[in-house]
């Protein structure tokens, strides 16, 4: 599952906030949006910190949150008035990868991230997230 959520929204991350792959970069990503700019730069960052968290599985819930808002976002501020044809606009790739995220989020990182390794201020950031409350 994570290997599934990770590579479009790292690339898709890059491509906003780096304008790689052709992208539009976070000032033409914020302009078609009708935002500031800084929303451009917050949704790249979003997207590509948050595949990559999910991809190493280290603060893999951080990321997991980051492009759960993102995803939100994605369909009812842009694909919903599409329909649900990919074809379309539709919504059908922006609610997938949305609900890859929630499945994450809930699921938390696997036996084979790397949260074990993480210094100590940052792996009391994940049990945040994990336990929903601080160790004692």
Known sequence: MCFACFLPFLCH???????????PGPRNFAAFMHAPDIVGYLVGLAQFAGGFAILLGALLRVGALCTTIVMLGAVFMVHLAHGYNIGNQGMEYALTELLLSIGLLLAGP???????????????????????????
Do not use: D, T, V
Not at 13 to 22: D, E, Q, R, T, Y
Not at 112 to 124: F, N, Q, T
């Open 13 to 23: 991350g890059a491509s906003i906030l780096f304008g790689a792959f052709g992208g």
């Open 110 to 136: 696997g036996k084979y991230s790397l949260a074990g390794i993480l210094p100590e201020p940052l792996r009391e950031l994940q049990n945040l997230f994990l336990n929903g409350g601080w160790e004692s």
